[in-house]
């Protein structure tokens, strides 16, 4: 129910990111982003669509309604080579996750 | 914090029950949930339960062969895995919802997790 895309993405530092995710059916602004890093769990960066979690950089921004959002890193660096997965919430599936944004080292 | 316990390798068909440790937070004011992650692939939303235990969802993946229940006494959270297949083979990760009260559905505490391994 979430598609999100691209699956892979090769960036250098200090280039802007965006990542997409686009919902079957709206969600109004039921919409999460996470970022894993390799034998970790996941952290919380974004909620509500756009709403920053306490303690992330506010070079990660959020936007977005109904079926298509956005994540944005407005200036890539090194901390940032990791995984992106969104995460949604409707009544029928509950809750459901992209199939994940890997952000490489270009 | 959240501190998962109880994975290890089990055969197809056996059974397990994770246990999730929590504290620093009033436990019994929180949704929490199961999320897996299979060696290598993404997120898999696993199940929910409500702050006080009376309210539990569950993927459809696993509807009828896991529960989730809670001790509010204990701060613990748990996962019954029954009828356990191949494909549950996966890092189970703990996670509590941000908001109390009423959930949100937004996971902004997560546990190391524990693995799961189901081979013969």
């Known amino acids: 129910q979430m598609t999100q895309s691209p699956s892979t993405l090769s960036a250098s530092i200090g280039d802007r990111v965006t990542i997409t995710c686009r919902a079957s059916q709206s969600i109004s602004n039921w919409l999460a982003w996470y970022q894993q890093k390799p034998g970790k769990a996941p952290q919380l960066l974004i909620y509500k669509a756009s709403s920053l979690e306490g303690g992330v950089p506010s070079r990660f921004s959020g936007s977005g309604f109904g079926t298509e959002f956005t994540l944005t890193i407005s200036s890539l660096q090194p901390d940032d080579f990791a995984t992106y997965y969104c995460?949604?919430?409707?009544?029928?599936?509950?809750?459901?996750f992209g199939g994940g944004t890997k952000v490489e080292i270009k | 914090h959240v501190l998962e316990s109880g994975g290890g390798l089990v055969q197809p068909g056996g059974s397990l029950r994770l246990s999730c440790a929590a504290s620093?937070?009033?436990?019994?004011?929180?949704?929490m949930n199961w999320v897996r992650q299979a060696p290598g692939k993404g997120l898999e939303w696993v199940s929910s339960v409500g702050g006080s235990g009376d309210i539990t969802y569950y993927a459809d993946s696993v509807k009828g062969r896991f529960t989730i229940s809670r001790d509010n006494s204990k701060s613990t959270l748990y996962l019954q895995m029954h009828s356990l297949r191949a494909e549950d083979t996966a890092i189970y990760f703990c996670?509590?919802?941000?908001?109390?009260?009423?959930?949100?559905?937004?996971?902004?505490?997560w546990g190391q997790g524990t693995l799961v391994t189901v081979s013969s």
């Open positions: 995460q949604q919430y409707d009544i029928h599936w509950f809750i459901t």
């Open positions: 620093g937070f009033t436990f019994s004011s929180y949704a």
């Open positions: 996670a509590k919802d941000r908001c109390p009260t009423a959930s949100c559905y937004n996971l902004d505490s």
